[in-house]
Structure formats: C-alpha cells, structure tokens
C-alpha cells in the first residue's frame, strides 16, 4: 500500500506542473493585464494621462516585461527568416510575435515556478501583500462555511434519500421530491436578499446580523461568546448555501438505496429472518454509499472554493471574492496561487478516494490498482 | 406517550439553542458610539500608500488623514491656503514657490518640513516607484528645490495653467517613514499611513473595515473635528447598504437613483436621515470610432449629428436614472465656467435624423430596411462594459431608435479588463463610457489630435481649430480669456458630435440626522466640519 501510495504522490508532480503551466498560458493569453487597469484607475475611466512609457516602466516593475535573452532574439529572426523569407520590409508578424510572446513567458514561469519551489506564491498585485496571506485570512472563513454546508446538506440529504427510497412513491416521497425541486430552483442571490430583508433589515424582523463573518470587536470574546457570535452571523449564509444542494444529493442516495434493496443479498437477509432494520442499515445502506465515495473526490477542492455571489451579498471576504477579484484585476500570482492549491487538492482527493474505495469496497485491492 | 417525547425533544433543543444564541449574540452587540462617523466603502481600498494607490477608496480614507499643500474654498472653489501659508507664481507662470506652515507635525510627533515635499516628489518621479498613473501629472516638472526648511520651489519647464492644481495637491508623504531603506512600493507604512491630518490612522481589519481616530493635535483648529472617530465598513453590495444604514449601522450612505426614488421616502426614514443631491464633473457619453473601415459612417459628420438626434436622452435619462441627472452637449462640467450654455440640447428628433442621413448619401436603396452607400452597409457593433447595467439598458433602447431608422445595431459586451484592452487598441465601432471630469477642464488629452495615437482620444477626433484652441488654452492663466476659448472649443465639439454627449448624473447621500451643520456645496459636503447633536 505505501508503495501504492508513492508512486501515486510521484505521478502528481508532471501532472501538477502541466496544470500550472496550461493555467499560466491561459491567464496570460486572456485579454487585458493589470498595468492597463491599473493606469485607467479601475473601473469608470479618468481622465488622466496615460503614455506608452508609463505603462512600458510599470509592465518592468511589476515582472511583465522581460527581456530575452541576445540568442533567443536571433533565434527567433532566423526561424522567421526560414519561415517567410528573408523580406526586412515585411516583418511576419504572427510568427514573430508569437515566439517573442513564447519567450518571455517562458522566462516568466521558470520565475514563479522557482518561488513555488521555495513555496513562495510572490505578492498581489493588486495590494503588493503576500498571496499566502492573503489566502490565509480568506480560508479560514471559507472552511468554516463550507464545513458547516457539507455537514448540513450530507447530514439531512441522505437519510431523506434514504427514507424516500424505503417509501418509494409515498406520498411523502413525493412530497419531499416537489420541495426538494423547489428549493432547487430558487436563485440563491434572491433567496440571500430576501432573507436580509425580512429576517435582517430594520424594516420587518430584526433576528440577525445584516453582514459580516463576526461583530466588530468580537475577537476579544471570550470563546464561548465568540463561536455563538460567528454562528450567529453565519445563520443567513449557510441557509442559501444549503438548501439547492438537497435536491441532487438525496436523490443520488434514493437511487443508490433502490439499487442496492434489490439485491439478492438483501433479500437473502430478510428471508434469513434477520430484523428489517439490521438488513437496511448494516447490509443495505453501508454498500448503497460506495457511490457516494466517488461524489466525495471532489469535496476537498470544494471546500477552499467559496461562493462569490453569497460572499458579495453577505459582505463576507472569503475566497470566491478573493479569486473572483483577482481575475477581475488579472492578479495573476493570486490567480496562480488558488488554482495551485486547489490542484493539489484535486489531485489529493482523486488519491484518497480511490483508497477509500479499497476500504470500502473489499472487491477492489491494490494489486488490482496498479495492473 | 415515549415516542411523541422523543419526537419533540429535538425540535424544543434546537429552538432553545437558537434562541438563547440570538440574545447572547444581541447582548454582545456593542453599543453605538455617537461620537463615531459611520462610513461605508464598496470594496477596500488596495493600499493606503498615497502615490501607489490607484482606486477611490484610498482618497476617501486618505482625505481624512492628510492635508494637502493648498485647497479649494468649499463656496468658492479658489485656492486657500493649509499646509502652505502662501505661495508665489513667477511671472512667466514657470515657478511655484511654497511657503509652509512651521508649526505642524506628522501624526508620530516629527515635524512636517520641506524635506518631506522633496522627498514626495523624488519618489512620485523615481521610475522603480509604483506611481506610473500619478507620475504622468508630474512630468512637465524641471525641478524641484527646497530653498531653506519650509519653502519649497518647483519648476516647470512649459507653462501650464493647471500648475498649480497639481504641485498645490502633491499628496505628500512622511520622508522619516518611508526613507528607511524598505522598498517603497511594499512599505508597511502604505498599510498604516502616517499624515498631518485632522484624523490619525488607528487600524484596519482586512476586508472587514478601517477605523481613525481624532488627532487631538491637529494643527489647524478651525477644522478641528466634532467626532472623535471614523468608521469605515467595507460592504461590497450597495442595496445592504440601504439596509444598513436603515439599520443605523450607517451615519452616510450612497443611494442609487432607484433607491432615491422608492425605498428612502417614508415618514419613518425622513425622521431619521436627511438626503442630499449634487452633481459632480463628469459625463456620460456615446463615443463614436472616426478610424475604422469597416465603419466609414462616423467619419461624416452629418451622420454623427444624425446618430445624435436618434439618441432619446430625456427618455434615457428618466429609464436609467428615473430623471436624476442633467442632461449635457459638451465635455465640460455642467456648471463650470468652460461650459457654453448658449448651445441647446440636442433633441431626439428622428425625422430630423433620417433628413440628414439621406443628405449624407446613406438610403435604403434595396429595400431590406438598412441604408447603405457605396456598397457599404450602415452596420456597426456597440461594445459596452458588462458590469454595467445602465449601459446594458441603454443600448437596448439605442438598438430599437436606431433599427427604426434603418441602422443595425449589434451590442456586444465585456468584461472590463477586456473591455480596457478593445479601447486601448481602439478596435470597436462605437462605446459607452463615462469621464470623470475637473473643476479646471483641460480637454487636451480626450480631444487634441496628438493623442490619438497613445493617449486618450478613442474616437480618432481631429480639428485644426480645436487643436490650436487646446494648445493655446493650456498656457493661458486668465481664467476669461480661457473661458472664451473653450466656450468656442464646445462649439466645435457641439457641432462635430465626435461623442454623443448623454448626461451628468446626480450624486445621490443619505445620512443620519444626529449630525448637524451639514452644508452642501457644489463638490458635495464636507464631512469635517460636520457637528455631532448632544
């Protein structure tokens, strides 16, 4: 198993570092760059006076001019030369430009791929701090929401899934699946804002807490207080993150139940005489979550992604707003940063779940795995 | 009688646990503190380091914490004196000479000298300097000298009638903190400024909010403030704002047009808050691109008068703004002095419109509801910025006047970043936009031929005349002989229609009655002379 294991940990690394240099070419191919934004003065334009040469010293500072090196340059006339002859009137300029472009990214990846390696992400551009830092302030905040939200939605999904797959085509069943779709279907900014309104606003109940993560002034409470004071605020948000997610992860389970009662081992079970409630829970249900394994591959990338549209109405600064703001203002070591970890995440949580279904699953091994 | 126990006793747990959560959380509320004005930005600011700053929100906070060399009378818009107790201009308008006040001290007790406006200057103009937008204001300066500890002379080496703006605002900053041998551009000190203003920086909880509090050695007693602490929250979604502020977690909001006129007009609202309008420089526009083939149109003349009078402005302004902004023919602020008033509105007259059109030479000749000429047809795309809304609405309603005149429209619409780089490299037909204006308008570089190339002028305007006007206007200090020629500079521009001009909306502030002597001037309000009622 251990062998297992390394050799998986040692296939992420090209992987990882095909992941990092596609998304590196791809933030840099999107139109537009930080210098321009920022010499325009953010959105609404001023009128101010914006040169070439301004811009030109600003790309220098910030790392997005390089210069190639004299061999490069050469290299790359020659091979324009061999491609579109040898007319100085008439510079090709795709081919040219597109070398060039090459070139100086090249240049500018094996720099953030060196930081990397010293698990230094560089600072924002936009307020020129650490990327680490700020991630590490936005994580938290999203864990704990998204913590909360898969407990929650796990937590009343399943067993409804269950119940609804042992009643099959009750009445309650249906019921359940109609509400379930409703919620579904509601738009969660409109949800979030009418939650704020009636249950927040000044105008009709006042129970909770209009914005934020915690109260001004509640880092100094004592723990007990200082919890009571997050779940408080958190009420409202974890309400709208939750109630779509019901829908597709209990019918997921109604399924996987009803595929697994049919069985012939269940039915073996019960014709043993064993108690109705040892052969669901023991036999039926433990086998009717295998599925659910490969839904939880993608849990630990989820949990470090937030929601931008609930951060925004909420004013809570976690990472959707943070990634959703660094792409808005082509922050690109930010941009870097968050899809490298959340990469390795991805990757992780493909390795975990594939040993959680060796655990699970007695049929499948690791010697099975490797052939 | 166990089961139905058993059944309730959750429901009863979690309700007690709710409630007792919502009063425990309630209890711990903190209390308002009347003497705290209570602010709210829409995002955060990047850094609070004056010249690598870029966005609004430093200058709002920053306006707290520092004073600037000099500054415009509130009623009268001149320049008095503040950090400078007087300043001389030398005859040819080439010299600046600052004479600065000796008794004032940064908020760490050091004293403000002309070192400091030195070193300001050394650093805006340092190349490795993240100040590339501030830099460009600085450029025409030849020297800057400090003749003994507090005067201080710039030079410049053309003469340049908005000199004095800018060497008079030089956001100056505390040489003894910044000159420590830390990058600049990194400096803790642009997270935690150090300034000689009426408001000294205590913290700021990232993404949460950035909290002052009252220099109680503030030089300049007359402005001494009432309230002894600025509160600024940072609350990205502007219609929690209302509810914030309807909350009373909020002394000063910005409203929308649409919240103006629906949701801040009850008894109950208008006993607690008092709401202000004012209009700042600035306009809304259509810019129409004079350089590109494949739209040969917007290079007539009579087709950009034409395109004006199917623009339903009035009706635009009433959807978008629900009538809250002033409509404008010009690139001047509505009421500057620049502003040629003898010039009418430009009516939405589509018979008008279709008049010169055909005079033009562009008609329906094949019938398929779209004029063409010479084989081309009068077709063009609409790039518009996709946050925002407004413009998306507006479009629409261009999109419906102009098919009814036999133009088609497409409206296509980016992100912004996008969208800067299109206008950048000018690759659209036509655009949407705003500029926010002065209050000394210098048209120079939206209109002046030379920046067609690299500078702001989109659209490809040229004029002779108006070059020569904007040329000779830059070294012309006599404010009349200026007014002259930009009110005929806005002839030209009225008559070219290069853009069609839209409108100039209202500044829209609600805020908590609790403060008193609330003026409002022309800029707006000035937030520190405002008064906290006992």
Sequence with gaps: MAAYIVKRLLAMIPTLLGITLLTFLIIKLAPGNPVSLKMQGGEGLKAGQVSQEATDQMLKLYGLKVDLPPEYEAWIGRWTER????????????????????????????????????????????????????????????????????????FISVPLGVYSALHRESILDKVIMVLLFILYSLPDFWVATLLLMYFAGGDHLNWFPLMGFMSEGAQTYPFWMKLGNIAWHLILPVTVMVYGSFAFLSRFSRANMLEVIRQDYVRTAMAKGLPRRKVIWRHAFRNSLIPLITIMGALLPALLGGSVIIEQIFSIPGMGKLGFESVLARDYPTIMAISTISAVLTLLSLLLADLAYVWVDPRITFRARQE | MELSHSKKYPFRLIAALLCSLILSACAVEAPKD?????????AEPDTLNRLTATDAYEGTVNGFIFDALIERDNRTLEYKPKLATQWEVSDDKLTYTFHLRNDVKWHDGKPFTADDVIYTFQQITNEKVDAGPLRNYYKDIKNAEKLDDYTVRFTYAIPYFKALEFVGGIPVIPKHVFDDGQDFNNHPAGRRPIGTGPFKFKEWNTNKNIVLERNEAYWDKEKFPDYRRVLFKIIPDSTIVLQVLKKGELDVANLRPIQWVRQTLGEGFNNRFARHQYYLPGYRYIGWNQQRPNAPFFKDKKVRQALSHLVNRQDIVNKLEFGLAKLTNGPFWVFGYEYNRKLPQILFDPAKAKLLLEEAGWSDRDNDGIREKDGVKFEFTFLIPAGSASANRLATILKKDLEDAGISMQIQ???????????????FDAVTLGWTGSIDEDPYQIWHSSQIEKGSNYT?????????????????????????????????????????????GASLLARDRRFKNVQVYKLGVDFLEWKVAQ
């Design chain 2, 34 to 42: 009347p003497s705290t004005l209570l602010f709210s930005l829409s």
């Design chain 2, 460 to 504: 490809g305007f040229k004029n002779e005349e108006a070059d020569r006007i904007m040329e000779e206007a830059r070294t012309v200090f006599d404010k009349e002989r200026r007014t002259q020629l930009y009110n005929r500079f806005h002839e030209i521009i009225y008559d070219e229609q290069p853009y069609t001009f839209l409108y100039t």
């Design chain 1, 83 to 154: 491609i579109h002859g040898s007319d100085p009137k008439d510079p090709p300029h795709f081919t040219r430009r597109a070398l060039k472009w090459l070139g100086e990214n090249a240049i500018q990846y094996k720099i953030w791929i060196t930081g990397l390696a010293q698990l230094d992400f560089g600072r924002s551009f936009k307020d020129r701090r650490p990327v680490l830092t700020k991630i590490a302030e936005a994580l938290p905040i999203t864990l704990t929401l998204n913590l909360i939200e898969i407990f929650l939605v796990y």
């Design chain 2, 413 to 427: 619409s980016m992100e912004w970043a996008a969208f800067v780089n299109r206008l950048n490299a000018k690759d």
